[in-house]
C-alpha cells in the first residue's frame, strides 16, 4: 500500500530532524533524485521544520525583528509545501496518464497529494503528542489528556491512511480521475498583493 511506504518515510524524516532539533539543519534525503520517496521525504521535511518555526515565533518574549523574520520565513515555507504538493500530483497524473477513465468516473473533492499533505501533518502531530505523553514534569491529568488525543489521532491516521490507497486504487482502475488545479497564491505575488502593487 502506497500510505504504508508514505507513513515510514514521514517517521523516518521526523526521527532525522530531530537528531538535530535545528530549523537550520541540513536536509540530507536518503532516497533517489526524483523518485516519490525522495519527494515524499522533502514534504515531510519543509513540515517538520515549519512546525517547529511555529512553535518558535509563539515565544512570548521573541524579538519583534526576529518574529518578523520567521514569518517570512513561513510564509517562503508555506509557498514551498504547496510547490511539493504539486509536484506529487505531478508523479500520480504522469504515473497514470494511460489509464481508461471510465464513462461514469468521477472527479475527488481532493488530489492525492493534498491528502498525502494532511498525512505527513498528521505524523508531525503524532509525534509530539507522543513526546507530551512521554513528559515527567507535568501532571497526570495533562499525560491522561493527551494520551486520549493519542489516540484520536492515531485512529485518524489508520482511516485517511485508508482513504488514501482506496483514491489511488479508484485512480488506477479508472473509478476516479485526477483534476488538479494549481493553488495559484495571491499573496506572494507582487501582482497580485495590493499592498505589494500599491508601493510601486
Known amino acids: 500500500m502506497f500510505t504504508q511506504n508514505a507513513n515510514k518515510i514521514f517517521v523516518r524524516v521526523i526521527d532525522d530532524y530531530h537528531r538535530f532539533d535545528n530549523v537550520d539543519a541540513p536536509i540530507d534525503n536518503p532516497y533517489e533524485n526524483g523518485s516519490i520517496d525522495y519527494l515524499l521525504y522533502l514534504k515531510n521535511w519543509i513540515d517538520t521544520v515549519q512546525w517547529h518555526l511555529e512553535d518558535i515565533i509563539r515565544d512570548p518574549n521573541i524579538e519583534p525583528v526576529e518574529a518578523l523574520k520567521i514569518k517570512r520565513r513561513i510564509d517562503a515555507s508555506n509557498q514551498e509545501r504547496t510547490d511539493m504538493v504539486e509536484y506529487i500530483d505531478s508523479y500520480f497524473l504522469d504515473k497514470y496518464k494511460n489509464v481508461k477513465v471510465l464513462p461514469d468516473a468521477k472527479v475527488n473533492t481532493e488530489s492525492p497529494a493534498w491528502a498525502i499533505d494532511r498525512l505527513s501533518i498528521l505524523a508531525l502531530k503524532i509525534y509530539h503528542m507522543e513526546q507530551e505523553v512521554k513528559r515527567q514534569d507535568v501532571s497526570k ?14 485512529e485518524q491516521q489508520i482511516d485517511l491512511s485508508k482513504a488514501i490507497d482506496e483514491l489511488i486504487e479508484d485512480i488506477e482502475s479508472g473509478r476516479k480521475y485526477m483534476k488538479v488545479y494549481k493553488q495559484m497564491k495571491m499573496y506572494n505575488d507582487p501582482s497580485l498583493n495590493p499592498v505589494l502593487y500599491a508601493k510601486k
Not at 491529568?141 to 492515531?154: F, G, Q
Open 141 to 154: 491529568e495533562h499525560i491522561e489528556a493527551c494520551a486520549k488525543k493519542l489516540s484520536v489521532l492515531r
